[in-house]
C-alpha cells in the first residue's frame, strides 16, 4: 500500500525566508506527483503537477523535484511572503491503481512579518 | 470553464437522516473521487471511478454509496448519517493519461447531530 509522509507537520518562519517541505513514498511506482494548498477552511489548489519522466517543475517562486528512485520530493519555496500561510499537500497518482490519488496529511506552514 | 462543482456548500442533518451529496465536472474527465478531510487524519478516499458504470471503494467507505451513470456526474449517497460522518468532504476528477493532474471541488462541510 502506497504511504506519503510529509515532514515537517508544521513550520513558522519569518518572512523573506527559503523554505523546503519534504515529502516521501513508500511505492515509486507513480504515474504522477501534485503539490496542493489549502487555506483554511477553503479548497485544495493545484500548484505544481510532476509527472513520472520529469524530475523537476516550476512555477514562480515554488519549485518542486522529483526523485522516483528514493521516494522523494521536495517543495521549494523562494523568499516566502506571509500570504504563503497555507497549509501544503503533496500527493502521488500510483500507476497501478488508476483513479485515485494517495496524500500526506500536509506541512502547515505560518510566514510572519 | 466550470472544472468541478460540488452542492451544497454546506448541510446539517439530524442522525439517522440520508442525503445526496452531488459532484458534476464539465471536463470530460473519466476520473472522479470523493475523500473526506478530517482533523489531524488528512484526506481519505472514500470511493472512485475510472469510468461511467465503474465505481471501486477506498479507504473508509461504509455508510457510503455511490453510482456512475454519465461521464458528469458522481453523487455520493449517505444512507443513513451518522455523527461520525461529520467532515468536509471533496470531490475530484482526473483525466487518464492527464498531464494537468486532479482538479477537486470547493467542498461540502457536512455536520451530523
Given amino acids: ?113 | 470553464n466550470a472544472g468541478v462543482t460540488q452542492t451544497p456548500k454546506f448541510q446539517v442533518l439530524k442522525t439517522g437522516q440520508s442525503m445526496t451529496l452531488q459532484c458534476a465536472q464539465d471536463m470530460n474527465h473519466e476520473y472522479m473521487s470523493w475523500y473526506r478531510q478530517d482533523p489531524g487524519m488528512g484526506l481519505r478516499l472514500i470511493h472512485y471511478s475510472v469510468g461511467a458504470g465503474i465505481t471501486d471503494q477506498g479507504e473508509v467507505p461504509n455508510g457510503y454509496n455511490v453510482s456512475r451513470s454519465t461521464t458528469e456526474d458522481f453523487p455520493l449517497r449517505l444512507l443513513s448519517a451518522a455523527p461520525s460522518q461529520t467532515s468536509v468532504y471533496f470531490c475530484a476528477s482526473n483525466s487518464h493519461g492527464g498531464n494537468y493532474g486532479y482538479t477537486f471541488g470547493s467542498g461540502t462541510r457536512l455536520t451530523v447531530v
Avoid: M
Fill in chain 1, 1 to 113: 500500500k502506497q504511504e506519503v509522509t510529509q515532514i515537517p507537520a508544521a513550520l513558522s518562519v519569518p518572512e523573506g525566508e527559503n523554505l523546503v517541505l519534504n515529502c516521501s513514498f513508500t511505492d515509486s511506482a507513480i504515474y504522477n506527483l501534485q503539490w496542493f494548498r489549502q487555506d483554511p477552511g477553503k479548497g485544495l489548489t493545484s500548484l505544481l503537477l510532476i509527472q513520472s519522466s520529469q524530475r523537476e517543475q516550476t512555477s514562480g517562486r515554488l519549485n518542486a523535484s522529483l526523485d522516483k528512485s528514493s521516494g522523494r520530493s521536495t517543495l521549494y519555496i523562494a523568499a516566502s511572503q506571509p500570504g504563503d500561510s497555507a497549509t501544503y499537500l503533496c500527493a502521488v497518482d500510483r500507476g497501478s491503481t488508476l483513479g485515485r490519488l494517495y496524500f500526506g496529511r500536509g506541512t502547515q506552514l505560518t510566514v510572519w512579518p
